[in-house]
């Protein structure tokens, strides 16, 4: 009997540890690993959104026109990304009257839009977007980011030189022109 018992926990062990490795090369999260900060923030969305077939949309607009379109597809990058935006400092009794009015008048600079998507495949296997799991933007020469009008976060030095560096590295693009 004590034999049975024995193979029954080391078949759960077993078992535990080949679904926790599933988890980790399929998904960017785990429900251990899961972000506690600001990505918690969105109820609707959970570590099973996360798949590592995952890019970032960026959209660049200049004078109001949009200047250029791409996705960033490095995994080292949209994790890192991830992680920063997870856990930029959300500022607290700010609102978009705020936002406007700390915008710098005469030069905002180019405008990026970033959405953390599901990538989908095509039989010629061309990736294209899928839902949108996180989107923010922000202005070039502000440091706050802005999430659906309702949430705003502090930009920080090294989050967007980040994310500069991630949208100027053409080897990680699929470029939609």
Do not use: C
């Not at 034999?3 to 429900?31: D, N, R």
């Not at 969305?45 to 970032?56: A, L």
């Amino acid at each position: 009997m004590k034999k049975k018992w024995g193979y029954i926990i080391a078949f759960i062990m077993l078992l535990l540890i080949g679904s926790q490795i599933h988890l980790s090369l399929s998904y960017f999260y785990t429900p251990l690993t899961y972000p506690k900060g600001n990505i918690s923030l969105f109820e609707d969305i959970t570590f099973t959104d996360f798949k590592k077939k995952m890019g970032i949309e960026v959209i660049k607009w200049e004078n109001e026109v949009r200047s250029s379109y791409q996705f960033v597809t490095d995994k080292k990058e949209i994790k890192d990304l991830l992680e920063q935006f997870d856990n930029a400092d959300k500022l607290e009794d700010y609102d978009m009257d705020k936002y406007l009015a700390d915008l710098p008048e005469k030069d905002k600079g180019t405008k990026y839009n970033i959405m953390f998507r599901q990538l989908e495949e095509l039989d010629n296997n061309l990736k294209v977007g899928g839902r949108v799991i996180i989107s923010f933007e922000f202005y070039e020469n502000h440091d706050v980011l802005e999430v659906s009008d309702f949430y705003f976060f502090t930009l920080s030095k090294r989050f967007k030189e980040d994310i500069y560096s991630a949208i100027s590295d053409e080897e990680k693009w699929i470029t939609n022109d």
